[in-house]
Every structure is written in structure tokens, then in C-alpha cells.
């Protein structure tokens, strides 16, 4: 069975190397319920957990999942003294702590970019992360630590990716490198930042002539031609000469 689990454990592991960019030391972020699931069925967190994951690990927790076990107080004080003595990453919770599920399911933000594992035994944490791409979950099951198969969300994401309807964080993460090398990331700020200005039209060149004075007395082509037809029309109307008056 433990060979079996193993190489279960090696198969997720892979999934989420290869897809979501995971990379030794795993980090792995445990809460108060985890810690206290070990402690009854006495397993060493330290000793046991990279032997099953097979790599090099980093055990931490958050400010606000060691505050909650203060608050609970004497029944979870083992669980309290287990996770003193993991890190404490910093979350955004220092002055106002909320609860642990909460917590931790902040730390993931919206594509995990730190590569957060998740090891709870909360069954609202455990849904939570389940509906979440990209973040492998840890849990106890009597006195063994057991990593959980892929969600099915990361199942469809991975397979949307491969079929090229969207784009990994890792590839988003490069472009967005290539694009600082190449100095594009401050134009596209300039250009989104500054407004386009309207630009202020030349007047037509033809507009600004000045007119031309016309000079009295030269008669202009029309009236020289109006002025021989109305000649014309007066000689043809003049009187012939029998119908004039004789002169005495």
C-alpha cells in the first residue's frame, strides 16, 4: 500500500510540475486542524511528509491560523506549539486576523503564484481548494498523510490550455518578461495614460488669398458680347427710308 500510495503521490506531483510550474522546495501551508490530526495519530509532519512527497519542503503556516488556535484555547495548545515551530508567512490579515480557512484561501490569490500546497483537514477548506486551479491538497486519513488526485477544475484548465483556449500564468509570467526586456510595457502605459489631443486643422491655403478688385470701366467678356447683341437688335429696328417724314 505504500508503494501504491508512492506512486500515486509521484503521478500528482508530476501533474502539477509540468502544468503549473511547481518546483522544489514544495511549500506547503498547514492549519491548526492538520496539525492536530498528526498529532493524534502521532505522525512527524518534518520526518514523514518529504519522504512521501519525495522532495525538499518548506513547512509553513500564517499569522492568522497560529492566532485562531490562541483563541480556541488548551484543547488545540499541541497543534499551537507544531506550528511555531514552521514558518510564518506573511499575509494581509496582521492587524485584523480573520479566520484560518480564510486566510490560507487569500494566500492562493487567483492562480496560486507561489505554489501553494494546502494540508487541512476543514471540509470548507478542502471545498474551497478543490474548486481552485492549480493547488494540490494534503490530508490524514487514520495514520497515513495523503495527497488527493487533481481537482477537476485543474483537470478542465489543463485541458483548455492544451487545446489553445487560454493561456498558462507561466506563459503570461514570459510574455510579460519579454515585453519588459524590449522596454513595450512603458509605451503601452504612455500610450493608455495620454489622451489623444485633437489636431488643430491649417486653414485652406485657397481661403487666405486675398480678392481680387475688379477695375472699373474694362468690360468683362459677358457684358462686351451682351452689349454688340443689344447694337445688332437696335439696327435692325431702325426706320426705313420711305416711311420717314419729307423735309420741306
Known amino acids: 500500500m505504500k508503494i501504491k500510495r508512492q506512486k500515486q503521490a509521484k503521478k500528482t506531483i508530476s501533474f ?7 518546483r522544489e ?16 495519530n502521532k505522525i512527524q509532519i ?3 511528509m518529504p519522504k512521501y512527497l519525495m522532495g525538499e519542503l518548506q513547512l509553513c503556516t500564517t499569522n492568522c491560523v497560529l492566532k485562531e488556535l490562541e483563541s480556541l484555547g488548551k484543547e488545540l495548545y ?12 506573511h499575509c494581509a490579515h496582521f492587524k485584523d486576523p480573520v479566520p484560518a480557512s480564510q486566510c ?8 496560486n503564484p507561489h505554489h501553494y500546497f494546502i494540508a487541512t483537514q476543514d471540509k470548507e477548506l478542502t471545498e474551497a481548494v478543490k474548486k481552485a486551479v492549480g493547488v494540490p491538497l494534503l490530508y490524514i486519513i487514520l495514520n497515513t498523510i ?4 487533481p481537482s477537476p477544475c485543474s483537470v478542465a484548465h489543463v485541458q483548455a490550455v492544451q487545446a489553445g483556449q487560454l493561456v498558462t ?6 510574455i510579460h518578461s519579454m515585453k519588459e526586456e524590449k522596454g513595450l510595457l512603458g509605451c503601452e502605459a504612455e500610450r493608455r495614460g495620454k489622451k489623444r489631443k485633437q489636431k488643430s486643422g491649417n486653414p485652406n491655403p485657397l481661403s ?22 443689344r447694337s445688332r437688335n437696335r439696327r435692325r429696328k431702325a426706320v426705313p427710308p420711305q416711311d420717314r417724314p419729307d423735309r420741306e
Do not use: H, W
Not at 490560507?104 to 492562480?111: C, D, H, K, R, V
Open 25 to 40: 522546495p514544495f511549500q506547503i501551508l498547514l492549519d491548526g486542524t492538520f496539525c492536530q490530526a498528526a498529532l493524534k
Open 169 to 174: 500564468p507561466e506563459q503570461q509570467q514570459s
Open 208 to 229: 487666405c488669398l486675398k480678392k481680387k478688385k475688379k477695375k472699373p470701366g474694362v468690360p468683362t467678356p459677358k457684358r462686351a458680347d451682351e452689349e454688340k447683341k
Open 104 to 111: 490560507l484561501i487569500s494566500m492562493l490569490e487567483e492562480t
Open 78 to 89: 499541541g497543534a499551537k506549539i507544531i506550528l511555531q515551530r514552521f514558518q510564518t508567512r
Open 146 to 149: 495523503v495527497l488527493d488526485k
Open 16 to 22: 502539477y510540475k509540468y502544468n503549473f510550474g511547481f
Open 46 to 48: 518534518k520526518e514523514q
